[in-house]
């Protein structure tokens, strides 16, 4: 210990954390040294048995936890010393010990308290009268570095978890090592020396306005002054709204995982008490979404102004810097430097000249109003060592200027918000991607389809994760008849559409193969088993007849469909027989059928929109069904009424998908079929019918193209039917509906065909001038269809391609 000088020596403390109940949740080797108790001894024991630290707490014994062990506000740091007795059976070879203590309150979500610091003041007498011990955190004396000292935290704090370590580092010990400095004239601050300009700064203007008071101050009156603002309870209270305020933006920011919204509430965090102007500027790729920005920003780097936060008037700077601005930086500026170093930049003082240079490097604004005779500062927010936006921080004049102390803060504030960023980029990132691939696979199903118009409703999820596995579809089948499908797969998230996706392809695949509907749902069980034992969802599969007016349907777990009779208006739920769900397999399903009339409404539609959380699915069903009843002028206000609602009824969180379709019917009139001898001779026999239909139908027209088309699907029916007749149906809807159905099970295929080839070339003429063509196996064959339409002029037949069908010869044609 050397007198005379400024600091005298260093000793270790002993560190002990209270909880809120008084008891101790940290016993360090220091403090195991000091007071002769084990860590085992001491931890879960009550700190006034181990330590004389009772006038840290409210009292000399500690209240029950349900009255708080700490007591109502105080002035801290408190601090003692006291002679204490110590165990018989220490090391230590004294039955007392001398000891100097320090308490520290600490705050945030963990359940310590108060961190008391301890020294044995026993090697401490005889100095000085004047001497002064106050306890400090001696920066980088015994490790170079920040980081260096972070990661010797455990040497420090040995068997602390991390988590508790990290909280009373970002609050106290992220301040230094802990060591007992000892001084003469003047105390120690408990901070470093970037908390010291302020004091300076208070006491040079304290001196000021005494001397301009009247003739020069006694030593007495600066005394008084230095005692009536010590600067060691400046100190302390620079450090309490430190922390106080990074502790309060930690709870403010990242309520959400709402990029926006995270973005609005880390700018509107640091004004007006760190700052009065606040604006963040984020990378593009950061706010579309688009994953992890590649490489360094440089000039070219195009920024987005986020949001701007001010306590000028409203609108003041709305010009000069307005929000949704997207700007690439100047190189020869501060905002570029902080932006391609990754480090705060600091400019206390921006005079006329600085501004001028800044805002003369920006061609399509004036920054001077804005920067000029303010100080400046600057810091980046990152994640992962990667800049992905920075935040400009400005103090007007009359304001202290930014320092050391307020630059440490701003990157502390940004580090957090850095952090907090990148979880909302990372979650929107996700989300982007599972929603583009949901929406990739959710159908684009034509409002119009033979005898039935159709209207279709997804609403994503309210929850986090909120992309799921909801899907329905409409399936054009032969005969005129449509599929309709709507399916749940349980389960949120990327796996949850994925699976969706591939359940939904194959009942497409399985729809055209024409399987009644209970074979579709068996089939899709069993696949569903093969792909993995988690792939769970629950289908309804109907089939719409419009011809015979009725319905087939199966059911796999699904909530039933609402029927709306268009005769009265009465609505019901559809009785059908529930299976279990797609992929628990060996449960059989069964296809029942249901009678229709022309204009009755079948909705279909996932648990989302009927299930809420704490109330009885039967009430959700209720309401279904009434709003399913309101009359609307079109298929599309039906669905917004019905989603309207059961939206009323709140607390929704799954997505809801909800597929409505108004069951039209196709008259009888509209309809022609005729049997056809399996006899080449039909193919004419064909043409004349279709020619006489037509015009009766007064579509004379669509007779010269309908004609070739027919003569090519009859041709090439006759010839690949094996014991029965060969089916040809015409239906008049929007478009004109031909099948031409035989008992052959093969499906045909679309050949080319050489220029010297005499097979025939049906299939390429029924591709090239048919609107839209298809075949599907049926349980006596296989059905060939197209459609023609009904507008425009007729198509040229001695439009021919080359091509042959099947490989078979044709005639007739």
């Not at 709402?258 to 700018?267: F, K, P, S």
């Not at 069964?590 to 809420?612: F, K, M, N, Q, S």
């Not at 070739?708 to 090439?716: F, G, W």
């Not at 007749?725 to 052959?744: F, G, K, M, P």
Request: with cysteine; aromatic share 6%.
């Amino acid at each position: 210990m050397e007198h005379g000088t400024e600091v005298s020596g260093r000793i270790p403390l002993a560190v002990v954390v209270v909880d809120a109940d008084g008891l101790v949740t940290h016993w360090s080797s220091g403090a195991r040294k000091l007071f002769g108790r084990t860590r085992e001894q001491a931890i879960g024991v009550p700190a006034v048995d181990l330590m004389p630290v009772s006038g840290a707490l409210r009292g000399e014994d500690f209240p029950d936890a349900a009255d708080g062990a700490l007591g109502g506000p105080r002035s801290y740091p408190t601090s003692g010393r006291a002679r204490m007795a110590l165990p018989a059976d220490t090391d230590r070879g004294a039955a007392q010990a001398d000891v100097l203590w320090w308490a520290y309150p600490l705050v945030g979500p963990g359940p310590e308290r108060l961190l008391v610091l301890a020294a044995d003041a026993a090697g401490l007498t005889g100095g000085a009268p004047d001497e002064r011990f106050a306890p400090g955190f001696a920066l980088h004396t015994e490790f170079p570095g920040a980081e260096l000292l972070a990661g010797r935290l455990p040497d420090i704090l040995p068997n602390m978890g991390p988590a508790t370590a990290g909280r009373i580092v970002a609050q106290v010990l992220e301040l230094g090592y802990p060591v007992l400095e000892i001084s003469h004239h003047q105390r120690v601050p408990v901070t470093p020396d970037w908390g010291m300009p302020r004091y300076r700064e208070r006491q040079a203007r304290r001196a000021a306005r005494l001397r301009a008071a009247g003739p020069p101050p006694r030593p007495e009156a600066l005394d008084d002054a230095d005692d009536a603002d010590d600067p060691e309870d400046l100190e302390h209270a620079a450090v309490r709204e430190r922390l106080e305020f990074l502790n309060e933006v930690s709870g403010r920011i990242g309520s959400s995982l709402d990029l926006a919204r995270t973005i609005r509430e880390v700018t509107s965090a640091a004004v007006p008490r760190f700052a009065d102007f606040a604006g963040t500027h984020l990378r593009a790729q950061v706010l579309a979404g688009e994953g992890f920005p590649d490489g360094p920003p440089d000039v070219t780097t195009v920024w987005h102004r986020v949001w701007v936060e001010h306590n000028d008037e409203p609108g003041r700077w709305d010009d000069t810097v307005p929000v949704g601005e997207s700007i690439a930086f100047p190189e020869h500026t501060p905002f570029f430097q902080c932006m391609v170093t990754g480090e705060p930049v600091l400019i206390p003082y921006v005079g006329d000249e600085l501004g001028d240079r800044i805002a003369g490097q920006f061609e399509k604004r004036d920054l001077r109003p804005l920067i000029n005779g303010r100080s400046i500062l600057i810091v980046p927010l990152k994640a992962r060592t990667v800049v992905l936006g920075f935040m400009v921080l400005l103090r007007r004049a009359g304001r202290e200027a930014f320092d050391d102390m307020d630059r440490t803060t701003g990157a502390e504030l940004a580090a957090r918000a850095g952090l907090v960023l990148d979880n909302a980029r990372m979650y929107t990132y996700q989300e982007n991607v599972a929603e583009t691939l949901q929406d990739s696979m959710l159908p684009q199903v034509t409002p119009r389809m033979a005898g039935c118009d159709t209207a279709t409703r997804y609403l994503p999820g309210t929850r986090l994760g909120r992309v799921g596995g909801d899907w329905f579809d409409a399936i054009k089948l032969s005969g005129s008849r449509t599929a309709l499908v709507v399916g749940d797969v349980m389960g949120h998230g990327l796996n949850s559409a994925a699976m969706m996706g591939q359940l939904r392809t194959a009942v497409q695949t399985m729809a055209a193969l024409d399987l009644p509907p209970a074979q579709l749902l068996r089939n899709l069980d069993d696949l569903a088993q093969r792909l993995g034992e988690h792939y769970l969802a629950t289908c309804l599969y109907a089939v719409y007849d419009p011809i015979r007016s009725e319905l087939l349907l199966a059911n796999a777990g699904h909530i039933p469909p609402v029927l709306v009779r268009a005769q009265d208006g009465r609505s019901e739920l559809l009785d059908l027989p529930t299976g279990a769900p797609i992929g628990v397999g060996g449960v059989p399903f069964e296809t029942a059928t249901v009678r229709v009339a022309p204009g009755d409404r079948l909705i279909l539609c996932t648990d989302g929109l009927v299930e809420v959380r704490g109330q009885d699915i039967g009430a959700g069903l209720a309401a279904l069904c009434e709003s399913a009843a309101h009359p609307a002028a079109s298929m599309d206000d039906a669905c917004d009424t019905v989603i309207r609602a059961l939206n009323q009824r709140g607390g929704r969180k799954d997505d809801v998908a909800l597929l409505m379709a108004r069951l039209n019917g196709i008259p009888s009139d509209d309809v022609a079929q005729w049997r056809l001898a399996l006899d080449p001779g039909e193919v004419g026999r064909a043409r004349r019918l279709v020619r006489e239909r037509l015009l009766r139908w007064d579509l004379p027209h669509a007779v010269e193209t309908a004609e070739l088309l027919v003569s090519e699907a009859v041709t090439n029916a006759v010839a690949h039917a094996h014991t029965h007749h060969v089916v040809l149906r015409l239906v008049r809807t929007e478009a004109l509906l031909c099948e031409v159905s035989d008992d052959d099970h093969d499906l045909p295929a679309l050949l080319t065909a050489g220029p010297d080839d005499e097979c025939g070339r049906g299939l390429r003429v029924i591709s090239e001038l048919a609107r839209e063509w298809g075949t599907s196996r049926t349980r006596q064959g296989k059905t060939v269809w197209f459609e023609q339409a009904l507008t425009g002029p007729p198509i040229a037949p001695h439009a021919r391609p080359d091509a042959t069908y099947d490989g078979q010869p044709e005639s007739g044609a």
